[in-house]
């Protein structure tokens, strides 16, 4: 019979968080202030607690706030799904308006009242006040739409903000002026493309403007977001840290684990290894920069439809462990966690007419991540045996295992002593607790499983 086993002695990263983001759906939920009938909450309240709640919800303890570019006001570029579109402050030089934006920010507040206790400031595009084309998307692809004599006003603004929410109790822990900086952003949303060298001359200005304001010590630099996790990390991550003032104020390189092949017929027929991808980023890491963490900012699956069941969350479940055991990330924080299209997307799925949000597999297979792993744990050893995967972590006396069986047959397995709580998702469970049998537990096939030791 398999085992589930582990070795404290063999200890990895420490880990920090699990995030997601608000772009695309806080600024249409947090206007929902109708009773959801279930809980008897308001919705725009209940969905926050299932999301950022430790006891109600998964505990997700990382929110990704979108400084907008100011398309929604606007009404310019070629955006044609509303919901993609953003409020911006901006309304002159150093002039703002703090009442925009306010269904989003009223999400960002919900959510750090019911636990998110870090909040990132990410920008897809600047305000098009600073943008070449006037517009929240750029022109010609590979050009950026930021001037370099736009940096410094840019910089100004996403510290005004931050120092904002600060005064107003929001735990603002980094700041990400760049976002998936590689590719072309022509359109379809706000994005801005990014040179590497472009990459570095914005993050000095950063580094050195967050130096001279002391509400921001304790915030730090985050990025560069780079969108595939095969192609140019190594090139941005080199213009995020070889500057020593940018060093001071970064903890981490931040990237996107996704993994999109291209279909270019000259190599549509390449097996491409994803692990492969991360060891050797990994490897990059360890041997240039020794000590620097990285995280994964931003993945979703990628894929159209609406998949509420067990397929989906297992393909999440996979990367995250490869990202987690082979990448050694300090942070796992999914794209959006609401989704308003059919798309293999976000956590929860919501519905703009009439208001209803549903539940996806996905969000408990989170949980049995977020809910149960918490801030300042150590990745250890692990192993459940032969065709289950698994991840452990320790901290203060507890272990917390999850283990993923993708396979079509159930599994035995022969569990440590004092296991305190084993929560299951599957075809069948959500979350749900279930008890062992004599020590042993047989871990459903497709399935996610956490189970929790205490000394």
């Known amino acids: 019979m398999r085992k589930l086993v582990s070795d404290r002695q063999k200890s990895y990263q420490t880990f920090e968080s699990f995030g997601v983001s608000g772009a695309w759906w806080?600024?249409?939920?947090?206007?929902?202030?109708?009773?959801?009938?279930?809980?008897?909450?308001?919705?725009?309240?209940?969905?926050?607690?299932?999301?950022?709640?430790?006891?109600?919800?998964?505990?997700?303890?990382c929110y990704r706030y979108n400084l907008g570019g100011g398309s929604a006001q606007s009404g310019k570029g070629n955006i044609s799904e509303p919901s993609r579109r953003a409020e911006s402050f901006d309304i002159g030089e150093t002039e703002y308006d703090w009442s925009r934006d306010e269904n989003a920010v009223r999400m960002m507040k919900l959510a750090v009242s019911e636990g998110a206790d870090e909040?990132?400031?990410?920008?897809?595009?600047?305000?098009?006040?600073?943008?070449?084309?006037?517009?929240?998307?750029?022109?010609?692809?590979?050009?950026?739409?930021?001037?370099?004599?736009?940096?410094?006003s840019f910089v100004r603004y996403c510290l005004d903000c931050a120092e904002h929410f600060i005064?107003?109790?929001?735990?603002?822990?980094?700041?990400?002026?760049?976002?998936?900086?590689?590719?072309?952003?022509?359109g379809g949303q706000e994005g801005c493309h990014y040179r590497p060298h472009q990459v570095y001359s914005l993050m000095k200005i950063l580094a050195r403007e967050m130096d001279k304001r002391p509400a921001?010590?304790?915030?730090?630099?985050?990025?560069?977001?780079n969108g595939d996790i095969r192609w140019f990390n190594k090139m941005y991550s080199y213009a995020m840290l070889h500057d020593k003032t940018v060093r001071r104020?970064?903890?981490?390189?931040?990237?996107?684990?996704?993994?999109?092949?291209?279909?270019?017929?000259?190599?549509?027929?390449?097996k491409f290894n994803r692990v492969s991808f991360l060891r050797r980023y990994r490897?990059?890491?360890?041997?240039?920069?020794?000590?620097?963490?990285?995280?994964?900012?931003?993945?979703?699956?990628?894929?159209?439809?609406?998949?509420?069941?067990?397929?989906?969350?297992?393909?999440?479940?996979?990367?995250?462990?490869?990202?987690?055991?082979?990448?050694?990330?300090?942070?796992?924080?999914?794209?959006?966690?609401?989704?308003?299209?059919?798309?293999?997307?976000?956590?929860?799925?919501?519905?703009?007419?009439?208001?209803?949000?549903?539940?996806?597999?996905?969000?408990?297979?989170?949980?049995?991540?977020?809910?149960?792993?918490?801030?300042?744990?150590a990745r250890i050893e692990a192993d459940a045996g032969e065709g289950l995967d698994c991840v452990a972590f320790y901290k203060d006396g507890k272990t917390v295992y999850v283990i993923a069986n993708r396979t079509k047959e159930d599994k035995d397995l022969e569990l440590p002593a004092n296991v305190s709580g084993v929560f299951m998702t599957s075809k069948k469970y959500n979350l749900d607790r279930v008890y062992p049998e004599n020590g042993t537990i047989i871990i459903p096939a497709e399935s996610i499983t956490t189970v929790i030791t205490e000394e």
């Open 119 to 152: 909040v990132i400031l990410f920008v897809n595009s600047p305000p098009e006040r600073w943008t070449k084309n006037g517009k929240a998307h750029c022109e010609k692809a590979g050009q950026t739409n930021l001037p370099k004599s736009n940096y410094e």
């Open 167 to 186: 005064k107003e109790g929001i735990p603002v822990k980094y700041i990400s002026p760049v976002n998936e900086p590689v590719w072309v952003w022509t």
């Open 283 to 377: 490897k990059f890491m360890d041997t240039f920069y020794p000590g620097v963490a990285v995280k994964t900012s931003e993945w979703t699956h990628m894929k159209g439809g609406r998949d509420y069941g067990i397929d989906s969350a297992l393909e999440q479940t996979k990367v995250m462990m490869e990202d987690i055991s082979v990448l050694n990330v300090t942070s796992w924080q999914n794209w959006i966690a609401l989704s308003n299209v059919d798309y293999c997307d976000g956590l929860i799925y919501e519905n703009d007419g009439p208001r209803t949000f549903e539940m996806t597999k996905r969000y408990y297979a989170f949980g049995n991540f977020s809910k149960f792993i918490e801030k300042g744990s």
């Open 216 to 225: 921001l010590d304790g915030v730090k630099i985050s990025g560069a977001e």
């Open 26 to 61: 806080a600024q249409v939920v947090g206007g929902w202030g109708e009773t959801d009938e279930a809980s008897g909450m308001p919705k725009r309240e209940r969905i926050a607690e299932l999301l950022f709640n430790k006891e109600k919800g998964i505990g997700i303890s």
């Open 249 to 270: 104020r970064v903890d981490s390189v931040d990237v996107h684990s996704y993994f999109l092949t291209p279909d270019v017929p000259v190599i549509r027929h390449i």
